[in-house]
Nanobody, 124 residues
Framework: QVQLVESGGRLVQAGGSLRLSCVAS????????MGWFRQAPGKERDFIAT????????YYSDSVKGRFTISRDNAKNTVYLQMNSLHPEDSAVYYC?????????????????WGQGTQDTVSS
């Protein structure tokens, strides 16, 4: 069983930056593809970014492409989400997720373990 703990969410002004972190425990981190998702109040959980187990492939939603960067440090069992040029519509609870596969994927139904989420609020 893999446990995931996100951190780094906070209140930030529009145009600002944040870096979210997600630390994994209880499994062999380098065997898991990782993803970031977000959910705003009253909306579905949306895909943001994903990275293959070795970090060689990454994919992004169109809404964040060019502004957000996903990365991982397998030695630290940690996946990151660097968020730049933030917009108020980026406000949401951000979740990291792990998939029992080396292959990155965008669908939340393909992820097996989820963190509790971290709140990111962008003020205008």
């Amino acid at each position: 069983q893999v446990q995931l703990v996100e951190s780094g969410g906070r209140l930030v002004q529009a145009g600002g930056s944040l870096r979210l972190s997600c630390v994994a425990s209880g499994g062999t981190f380098s065997n898991y593809a990782m993803g970031w998702f977000r959910q705003a109040p009253g909306k579905e959980r949306d895909f943001i970014a994903t990275i293959a187990s070795g970090g060689q492939n990454t994919y992004y939603s169109d809404s964040v492409k060019g502004r957000f960067t996903i990365s991982r440090d397998n030695a630290k069992n940690t996946v990151y989400l660097q968020m730049n040029s933030l917009h108020p519509e980026d406000s949401a609870v951000y979740y990291c997720a792990a998939r029992r596969s080396v292959v990155a994927t965008t669908s939340p139904t393909n992820y097996h373990f989820w963190g509790q989420g971290t709140q990111d609020t962008v003020s205008s």
